[in-house]
């Protein structure tokens, strides 16, 4: 059983007899207090997908869920509803557009290295690699003779996701991004 402190974003949790996923943690050390930090945690039930925020101290426990985790490929969007087929057995997972509106900026068709994340068979979210490759689908024309440390200009990719870029990178060029820090790597 792992403290909160030991907790990590993307991570399945039972609280309070039910499942979840976190989301997103933020940490913070309130003044006055002798020692422990707390720890805020967007929740959401994998079951209704209901939204909690809870707040730990540092050294309550935590039960851990049983969180899988399988390879998958975008297969099509529904609605509402987006279609992601296991890579192994073809299995088919369908995600509701609102869980996973943020990993949809770095999803193509092409896009390798994507997981489905399962707790008890239920797909509840999407687990991206480190780094992907996208086309600037729009940006400000390229200035010749700009050199790969000069300034940043923006550049919208084509699945919406705006990222500054150098000058010398211009529109239709495939780029490597890093997911987590939403930054520009270099050409892919």
Known sequence: MPKASEIKKNSAVEYEGRVYFV?????????????GSLYRMRMYDVVTNNKIDQTFKDSDMLN?????????????????????????????YMLNREAIEDEL??????????????????????????TVDLQIEETDPSVKGGSA?????????????????????????????????????GRA
């Open 149 to 185: 440390t000069a300034r940043t200009k923006p550049a919208r990719l084509t699945t919406g996701l705006v990222i500054q870029v150098p000058e010398h990178i211009s529109t239709g060029d495939v780029i490597k991004i890093n997911v987590e820090e939403r930054r520009f790597l």
């Open 105 to 130: 900026l770095f999803i193509n068709e092409d896009t390798q290295g994507v997981m489905v994340v399962l707790v008890s068979d239920s797909p509840v979210a999407l687990a991206l690699p480190p």
């Open 23 to 35: 989301k997103d943690i933020e940490r913070s050390v309130p003044q006055g207090r002798a020692g």
């Open 64 to 92: 851990l869920a049983d969180l899988v985790r399988r390879p998958v490929s975008f297969s099509y969007a529904d609605g509402e509803e987006y279609v992601f087929m296991d890579t192994e057995d073809y299995t088919q």
